[in-house]
């Protein structure tokens, strides 16, 4: 335990937790996650880390409970909390990537717009999502909140749902259809106000961003190294889409160089063969934890 200020950070409990613990990982901390406990530990002396379910993050935060941390983009709107929020944390992994909220309704029924839901009864884990959604449509109209299994609500329990949809399977399923999107929705790094006019708090949370940041923009990227002829070396400079300007190296033999550039993975089976035609030799592909612009 450190005798020295701390940072109090509000990690998500559920289903954004493993995918947490990666990020934490590749930005270079181990952070240890028990079944057992709420309070996972971190090898940072600076940060208290606490599991929190990602819909009462925001209140906590606001109250001051928390300093920081990770909820989505749904429920800091959900709660209307008074926080600030520092970052999009998309990333390309399960389920750090956008998630819809679709007011949906029952294949063949006659409502084929939102205006169409006027006076009709609308069932929502998201409530306050739900009638703000409404309220921007001029539709007024009777919100329940759901305990879950709001997709086998209608036509019965509810003339029609907002809900989560990441591959629409779940609606499919169940016989519903999409009438517009309501919300799309990313995990944010939001913090508390005062916590923020803090100034060795402002610090450690700039830290822990950098090194999160960095982590998620290397996520869909590698880098690159091959020895190349100086004669070859402006068609590989053509061929190389770098995130920022190729470093060239000079090799013991003159006539070669050393050079190595950050790409996007995708690119990766394409690139190799140009590469390799043009005149490069040894390439190297070596993934990347972290960019930090």
């Not at 390309?92 to 205006?115: C, D, H, M, T």
């Not at 989560?164 to 016989?175: F, H, I, K, M, Y």
């Not at 990227?221 to 070396?233: E, G, W, Y």
């Not at 400079?237 to 013991?252: N, R």
Request: proline share 6%.
């Amino acid at each position: 335990m450190s005798d020295g200020p701390r940072l109090r950070l509000g990690l998500p409990k559920g289903s954004l937790q493993e995918t947490t613990r990666k990020l934490f990982a590749l930005a270079g901390y181990d952070l240890r996650i028990s079944s057992r406990s709420y309070y996972p530990d971190i090898d940072d002396p600076e940060l208290e880390c606490i599991l929190i379910r990602p819909q009462e993050m925001a209140r906590y935060i606001e109250q001051g409970v928390m300093d920081c941390g990770i909820t989505g983009l749904d429920w800091l709107l959900e709660t209307q909390a008074k926080v600030e929020e520092l970052a999009n944390l998309r990333a390309p992994w399960p389920n750090y990537g956008p998630v819809r909220w679709v007011l949906a309704v029952k294949e063949g029924s006659e409502f084929q717009r939102v205006q169409d839901l006027e006076g009709k009864r609308i069932a929502a884990e998201a409530v306050g999502l739900t009638r703000h959604y409404l309220s921007q449509h001029g539709v007024e109209a009777n919100v329940e909140f759901s305990w879950g299994a709001t997709e086998v609500k209608p036509p019965i329990l509810a003339d029609a749902i907002v809900d989560v949809s990441e591959t629409g399977s779940s609606l499919r399923a169940n016989q519903l259809r999409v009438l517009d999107v309501v919300l799309e929705s990313t995990p944010r790094f939001i913090a508390n106000r005062e916590a923020l006019g803090d100034p060795w708090k402002r610090g450690k949370m700039d830290r822990l961003l950098m090194l999160l940041n960095g982590a998620i923009a290397a996520a869909t990227r590698v880098s690159l190294a091959m020895n190349v002829p100086r004669t070859a070396l402006p068609r590989v400079l053509e061929i190389l889409p770098a995130l920022g300007t190729p470093t060239i190296s000079t090799l013991a033999d003159e006539q070669w160089v050393d050079v190595s550039a950050v790409v996007e993975e995708k690119q990766v089976r394409d690139l190799i063969p140009q590469l390799a035609e043009a005149g490069a030799r040894g390439i190297i592909e070596t993934p990347l934890n972290k960019i930090i612009d």
